[in-house]
C-alpha cells in the first residue's frame, strides 16, 4: 500500500474514495499526508501533503471525514467539492454545525472555498449530480431552489431533486439510470404528469447538460423563472 510506503496516511480525494464520497474524477495517484517533518524519500507514485495527524487518522490509515471533506474543499471546484460535502452530510456522520466550526479553525489554501462549502452545503441532496446542478445554480445566483422538496396536491405527494416552491419550477438531476420495466416507465411518467397537474414545470438536465453546457442550464433555468413569475429576462 502507498501510503505505508510513505509511512503517512490517506487524504484528500483518495480518502474521499475510501469514505464512499462522490467523485467526478478519480485521482490518478493516492494523496497521502506524510508527517511534517519528514523529508521527501523515493517511493510509489502519489500526491504527497505534509501536516500533522491525529492519533485514530493513523491507527485507520485515512483521514476523518470531516477533515477529508475540508481537505476536499481545498482543492476541488466549488460544486464538485458541494457534493463531497453534501454526501458526507447526508450520511449522518457529521453534522452540518460541526462543518461550519471546522471551517472556523481552517488555514492554509482554499479557505474562501472550504468556507462557501461548508455553507452551501445541505445533507438532503440526493445525488451527486443533483449537488452539481445546485452548485451552478448558486454560482450563477439563480436563487430559491431547494433539495428534496415535497410537492402536495390533493392525494398526490412526489419529491423532486430542486424545487423554487414560490416559481413553482422543478429541476430533476437525471442519472444514467434506466427504467427496470414497463410499469416503472408508466410510474415516472404519470409522476411528471401529476406535477404539470399540480401546477409545476418540470425541467430535466442530465449530466451531459449540468457538466457538459453548464450555461445552457443556467439560462433555460433563468428563462423558465421569468416565465413564472412575469419578470422579463434580461439576461440575454
Not at 517511493?43 to 501536516?51: R, S
Not at 414497463?182 to 430535466?204: Q, S
Amino acid at each position: 500500500m502507498t501510503a505505508v510506503a510513505y509511512d503517512g496516511v490517506l487524504s484528500h480525494l483518495s480518502a474521499a474514495q475510501v469514505w464512499n464520497l462522490p467523485l467526478l474524477v478519480a485521482p490518478s495517484k493516492p494523496h497521502i499526508i506524510v508527517p511534517v517533518k519528514r523529508k521527501p524519500r523515493r517511493g510509489p507514485p502519489a500526491v504527497l501533503h505534509w501536516a500533522e495527524v491525529t492519533a485514530d487518522e493513523r491507527r485507520t490509515g485515512t483521514t476523518s471525514l470531516l477533515r477529508t471533506v475540508i481537505d476536499c474543499a481545498r482543492l476541488l471546484p466549488f460544486g464538485e467539492a458541494l457534493a463531497v460535502a453534501d454526501a458526507a452530510l447526508a450520511s449522518g456522520l457529521i453534522a452540518p454545525d460541526e462543518l461550519l466550526r471546522a471551517t472556523v479553525a481552517a488555514r492554509g489554501p482554499g479557505c474562501p472555498n472550504i468556507r462557501r462549502v461548508a455553507a452551501c452545503a445541505d445533507g438532503r441532496a440526493g445525488s451527486f449530480l443533483e449537488s452539481m446542478l445546485r452548485a451552478l445554480l448558486i454560482t450563477h445566483g439563480v436563487d430559491g431552489f431547494e433539495p428534496q422538496v415535497m410537492v402536495r396536491s390533493g392525494p398526490f405527494r412526489v419529491r423532486v431533486d430542486l424545487g423554487n416552491r414560490g416559481a413553482q419550477v422543478a429541476l430533476e438531476a437525471e442519472g444514467y439510470e434506466f427504467h427496470g420495466s414497463p410499469n416503472d416507465f408508466a410510474a415516472d411518467c404519470g409522476r411528471y404528469n401529476e406535477l404539470v397537474r399540480a401546477g409545476w414545470v418540470v425541467l430535466r438536465f442530465t449530466y451531459q447538460h449540468v457538466i457538459g453546457d453548464p450555461a445552457w442550464v443556467v439560462d433555460t433555468t433563468r428563462r423558465t423563472l421569468a416565465q413564472r413569475i412575469g419578470v422579463p429576462n434580461d439576461r440575454r
